[in-house]
């Protein structure tokens, strides 16, 4: 059965539908399609399963953390009792233990030794004039977060111990648990001096994910549409196409069927990656015979969580997709559109930045307004909804004025469109375009 065709008797509904349906299986039917999409699958899985094969990789290998204590028995007493706690006490033969505890005296130069790495880390600890212990450590480049946990449990192990030993003939002070602070020493910081260790929650990292998915999506899949408008003007399609439908079903039609395709694509990278989560522990003692010390969580993956996520993919590819549609109706060949990349992308690059601030910096007022901004929302609000809190109204303002703009972006798109298809054969200057915008051709 042959392929319908627009025909300018039909409603917008019908022939933007039939627009989409070919702009769906051109892209789905293609070999690269298929291809691109198992590629991305795979990769997406590889990223998913990283924290197991970073665990295999590391597995063989002997964290050095050094010891410094202004009191010899402190420090001979905290390798003693986190040694016995984070080294098995029955190590597999042939296998070096996962930690390895050296004494040194205190130095200035400690930090330093970290940095170049002498060390992975420094356990620093300080007998306080109350007789309460203080300590500090210093982390390198090799020390993740779960090392900085169970080390951390170690500590109040040693608090504990010297707390009985001090009141061996009865209980003479009340137990005060001991200091902990880690820093995080980099080679990059300067004199090799520690600084503030980057605690990222499982909240934030969904909210680092989200982010970058989104932004890659929206930019590659509004690639897409554009490429489209160029490809037909380059054959000579958009002759017949714009004798049989208007240039806003052309323009809903190519959205919606490009939007379908991608988030077909989407859905066929992103389910494998999830159950590969899902699975992560199971996995994890298959391989590994443990699940213990893998960071990921998916506790942060609420429903609500997700639900914002995919209002904000589809509101925000709709948004951009018809400004790259505008943007590929103005050139006539590829080359062109590889010009007009960057600029196209500029304004999603805004959000994407905003939104990293807000992962590491803070909320600030600026970026609480930009939250609201359509353009932005869609980054900038989806971080706020992952690492901090956010009022319902501000969840409904930034939807409202996210959805209000669509239709005013749609306007503007399709007259643009207008002047860059409907003048076929001619490049449209900005006159043209701004006459096409205030008075659209007919």
């Known amino acids: 059965m042959s392929e319908q065709v627009p025909s300018r008797d039909r409603g917008i509904v019908a022939n933007s539908w039939l627009v989409a349906r070919r702009e769906f299986r051109e892209r789905v039917r293609g070999r690269l399609f298929f291809v691109s999409t198992g590629l991305l699958a795979l990769l997406a899985i590889v990223v998913a399963l990283t924290p197991i094969l970073i665990k295999m990789v590391d597995r063989g290998t002997t964290t050095t953390i050094a010891v410094a204590s202004n009191d010899a028995h402190v420090t001979d007493s905290s390798i003693r009792i986190i040694g016995a706690i984070l080294n098995p006490a029955t190590p597999t033969p042939g296998t070096p233990p996962p930690y390895t505890f050296v004494a040194i005296p205190p130095s200035d130069a400690i930090g330093d030794e970290v940095a170049d790495g ?15 212990i203080a300590f500090q450590l210093l982390t390198g480049e090799r020390i993740g977060t779960d090392r900085v946990q169970l080390i951390q449990v170690g500590v109040l192990a040693v ?22 602070e880690s820093s995080a020493v980099g080679a990059g910081a300067a004199g090799g001096q520690p600084i503030g260790a980057s605690e ?17 999506t929206l930019v590659i899949y509004g690639m897409w549409v554009a490429a489209g408008v160029v490809a037909e003007k380059s054959s000579r399609v958009m002759e017949l196409l714009i004798s049989a439908a208007s240039p806003a079903e052309l323009v809903i039609g190519k959205v919606a069927g490009i939007g379908l395709a991608g988030l077909v694509q989407y859905v066929a990278i992103l389910v494998p990656a999830l159950a590969t989560l899902f699975l992560q522990d199971r996995i994890a003692t298959i391989v590994l015979g443990s699940s213990s010390g893998l960071d990921v969580s998916l506790g942060a ?4 969580l997700l639900t914002a996520y995919g ?24 080359e062109d559109l590889q ?56 969840l409904v303002l930034t939807f409202g004025l996210l959805i ?32 096409a915008i205030v008075h659209p051709p007919a």
Do not use: C, H, K
């Open 339 to 394: 010009v007009l990349a960057l600029p196209l992308s500029i304004i999603a690059i805004g959000g994407y930045l905003q939104a990293v601030m807000a992962l590491s910096g803070g909320i600030s007022t600026f970026i609480r307004i930009s939250s609201y901004i359509p353009f932005w929302s869609p980054f900038v609000m989806l971080t706020r909804l992952t690492v901090g809190r956010v009022e319902p109204w501000e």
């Open 311 to 334: 209002a904000f993919w589809v509101l925000g590819f709709i948004l951009y997709a018809l400004i790259y549609a505008a943007a590929g109706s103005l050139v006539s060949r590829a």
């Open 159 to 180: 608090g504990i111990f010297d707390w009985i030993e001090g009141n061996g003939t009865g209980v003479s002070t009340p137990f005060v648990p001991p200091g902990f």
């Open 118 to 132: 002498t060390y992975d880390g420094a356990l620093l600890a300080t007998r306080q004039p109350s007789g309460q």
């Open 200 to 216: 990222y929650a499982g909240r934030r990292i969904v909210g680092v994910v989200f982010v970058v998915l989104i932004f890659i």
């Open 404 to 435: 209000a703009s669509i239709p005013i972006v749609a306007v503007i798109a399709v007259r643009v469109y207008s002047a860059g298809v409907l003048l076929y054969g001619q490049r449209p200057g900005a006159r043209a375009i701004v006459g």
């Open 301 to 304: 993956l609420t429903p609500g």
